[in-house]
């Protein structure tokens, strides 16, 4: 583990293996180790010879947690990842992300494309199926020091999600309350590299996954049966499907 200063928030990161490098970002209340290293990802990818670098995100893991949703703008999310890749002297890569991770990745493709080969943005879909004023709800329910006013089932649950997982809860609710926009159709047409939309067949927190994946020119569409949001990521038959669309180092 590593870390560097961005934009004034410290960015723990990690740096494994050499050969073609591969950046992974990890979604909403998670973290490198638990998104990558023990689903397996971390140890599969060094065994095809590639040099794996992935964030903590801001707000997670052992990165600083700030709890003002400004900080986790768009701007601010994938400039952390620029500035790691920046700092590892990492100018050209793949990329994998999950969920928040895939958004930030999509992000990333818009507004920094010559530094992408090839993208796989997992666990993501052209749209949600949880809308703005639930969303805002969930944020309320992580930020607050007594959420007893909330009872909706997927409100609760995303809390005690990442209460589970050990999360700074204010952090949580900071990150999840910040506004940070879709990339438009128009936008996601200027995606000329290869890029894999790959969900679990079972996700229903995704809308149309298929037709993110259609709205880019070099899309691709995969869904793993029996799978849903949380089990897909350590399903063998995912990581198959996303290593035999990768090169090889």
């Excluded at 609760?156 to 997982?165: D, E, I, L, P």
């Amino acid at each position: 583990m590593a870390e560097f200063d961005s934009d004034g928030v410290t960015i723990r990161y990690y740096d494994h293996g050499s050969g073609e490098p591969i950046v992974l970002i990890h979604g909403f209340s998670s973290s490198f180790a638990d998104n990558w290293e023990r689903t397996g990802w971390l140890e599969r990818l060094l065994s095809q010879g590639r040099r794996v670098i992935g964030l903590d995100c801001r707000g997670h893991g052992a990165s600083d947690k700030p709890h003002d949703s400004a900080a986790y703008s768009r701007e601010a999310m994938s400039g952390d990842v620029l500035r790691m890749m920046d700092h590892a002297g990492v100018a050209t890569t793949d990329i994998i992300g999950y969920s928040m991770g895939a958004s930030i990745a999509l992000d990333l493709l818009v507004h920094a494309p010559g530094r992408f080969r090839r993208a796989v943005l997992g666990g993501t879909a052209y749209e949600g199926s949880i809308n703005s004023s639930v969303m805002k709800a969930i944020a309320h329910a992580l930020a607050s020091d007594d959420p007893s006013d909330q009872t909706s089932p997927i409100v609760v649950g995303f809390r005690q999600f990442a209460q589970s997982q050990g999360s700074d809860l204010k952090a949580m609710g900071a990150c999840l309350g910040a506004d940070r926009p879709r990339p438009d159709d128009a936008a996601l047409a200027t995606i000329d590299i290869p890029v894999l939309v790959a969900v679990g067949a079972g996700d229903d927190l995704l809308r149309s996954p298929e037709k993110l994946a259609a709205t880019m020119p070099g899309g691709r569409f995969v869904a793993i049966p029996g799978c849903d949001h949380l089990t897909v990521i350590a399903d063998p038959r995912y990581m198959e499907s996303i290593l035999s669309f990768l090169p090889e180092s």
